[in-house]
């Protein structure tokens, strides 16, 4: 199931309660810490929402709907944090050649001319991102993997045209042969 059919996505995770205060441990899950804010709200189903009422991210830490009870924090431990896609094309500022990784997913794989495959996920390993491509059907019969992980910068990264949902790369092909 493509990650474009949910309404919502996953940016960050609460974690347990920590001291006497209503402090929550808290994981950031996106690359724009920035949207994390005192005052901000955010989703943790399709109609219920919290709001950060304090964020310290030297601590990892979180305060949230001005609450200072760990009791009352509990029933949020391991709450999944929400936003909507159009909330993240507003308040999330890419820099020239950056993309949402929801925006690579569904793209097809060029080289050369020839399909690969369609971009499945992106998978982040250690501090290099993957396309995780599902590999065309004609290269499956003929002998190679059912998926492969290409990594999404030079070398490889030719060009990426996000309103045609095509990238093209370079050496592809060598790593799905060698898969």
Do not use: W
Not at 74 to 82: G, H, M, P, V, W
Not at 86 to 99: D, M, P, S, V, W
Not at 116 to 140: A, H, M, P, Q
Request: glycine share 6%.
């Amino acid at each position: 199931m493509s990650k474009h059919n949910k309404e919502l996505l996953h940016i960050a995770t609460i974690g347990k309660t920590v001291g006497i205060k209503g402090d929550m441990k808290f994981h950031d899950k996106s690359d724009f810490p920035e949207q994390f804010q005192a005052g901000s709200t955010f989703f943790i189903n399709k109609k219920d929402t919290i709001t950060l009422t304090e964020v310290n991210f030297e601590r990892g830490l979180i305060k949230i709907n001005n609450l200072s009870n760990p009791l009352d924090c509990k029933k949020f431990t391991n709450a999944k944090l929400y936003t909507t896609y159009e909330e993240t094309r507003k308040n999330c500022h890419l820099e020239e050649g950056e993309y949402f990784f929801f925006d690579l997913e569904d793209c097809e794989v060029h080289e050369d001319g020839k399909l690969l495959g369609v971009v499945e996920e992106l998978d982040r390993i250690g501090v290099t991102n993957y396309l995780n491509i599902v590999t065309d059907k004609s290269l499956v019969e003929s002998g190679n993997t059912k998926k492969f992980l290409v990594p999404f910068m030079e070398p490889f990264k030719v060009s990426v045209d996000i309103d045609k949902k095509i990238i093209t790369l370079s050496g592809a092909m060598d790593i799905l042969s060698a898969s």
